[in-house]
Every structure is written in C-alpha cells, then in structure tokens.
C-alpha cells in the first residue's frame, strides 16, 4: 500500500458525554465482516474505545448489519476482566 494513508480520529467523548482520553479508555479490535468493517489493509474489524466512567462502547467504523454473534463488542464478562486488569 505504498503512497496511501490511512488514519482515523479517536473519539474525544463517549456516547454519555464523558471525556475519553489517557486513563479514561481502553482502546480494543473487533474483528467483524460487516460491510463497514473492511480496512484498507485488509483486515476486517472494528477499533472500540470502552469509556471506564460508564462503560460504553464507540466501534469505528460504526457496525452496520445484524446484531454480532458469538458475543457482543463488549460483554460484561469482557468489561469485568478490564476492570480486574486495571484495578478498578
């Protein structure tokens, strides 16, 4: 992919309005073969940023389609986990 760029803006504030930025996020891959989901690269997938004040999720580009299976973006399980890594 010589000459071609690609970059994408993080979220400044979650769907709550609360400021994600150092130690207010965790940044995470969901792979997905939405229609949305396929990367320059090849690679098929959503960038998620998980807001550790409330728990929501931003997936971008933005999932289009049915609902995931086999687990969404992010369980409770999965959130309970980063929680327990992050000490909180």
Same mark, same amino acid.
């Given at each position: 992919?010589?000459?071609v760029?690609s970059?994408?803006?993080?979220?400044k504030?979650?769907?709550?309005?609360?400021? =994600?930025g %150092? !130690?207010r996020v965790?940044?995470?891959?969901?792979p997905?073969?939405?229609? +949305?989901? =396929?990367? %320059?690269?090849?690679?098929?997938?959503?960038?998620t940023? #998980?807001? =550790?004040?409330?728990?929501a999720?931003?997936?971008?580009p933005? !999932?289009?389609? %049915?609902?995931?299976?086999?687990?969404?973006m992010?369980?409770? +399980?999965d959130t309970?986990?980063?929680?327990?890594? #992050?000490g909180?």
């Amino acid at each position: 992919m010589c000459g071609v760029v690609s970059y994408e803006r993080p979220p400044k504030f979650c769907p709550n309005g609360h400021r =994600l930025g %150092p !130690h207010r996020v965790v940044v995470g891959w969901t792979p997905c073969t939405c229609t +949305t989901a =396929l990367r %320059p690269s090849g690679a098929t997938g959503h960038r998620t940023y #998980l807001c =550790l004040v409330c728990e929501a999720e931003i997936a971008i580009p933005r !999932h289009t389609g %049915p609902p995931f299976t086999g687990g969404a973006m992010a369980t409770e +399980t999965d959130t309970g986990a980063t929680k327990a890594r #992050l000490g909180r």
